[in-house]
């Protein structure tokens, strides 16, 4: 009987451990800060991308005149 108390004891105190560990937690936060630049990227392309877009069309506009 006391052998199984102390099998029992040495798991719950395995399990106890295991779940006070941090091992994981400075994975999560690189992960929460790459998808914060990402949201960030692409926020700020959505703007760039019509900007240039908008040079291209200026550009092509500018060669269609000179070249008609």
């Not at 009987?1 to 395995?14: C, D, F, R, S």
């Amino acid at each position: 009987m006391a052998n199984k108390t102390l099998n029992i004891y040495v798991k719950l105190q395995m399990l106890r451990s295991s779940l006070l560990s941090e091992e994981g937690q400075d994975l999560i936060e690189y992960a929460l800060v790459v998808a914060l630049i990402a949201l960030a990227a692409t926020a700020g392309m959505s703007s760039v991308a019509t900007k240039i877009g908008t040079a291209f069309n200026s550009i092509g506009n500018k060669l269609n005149s000179y070249t008609s």
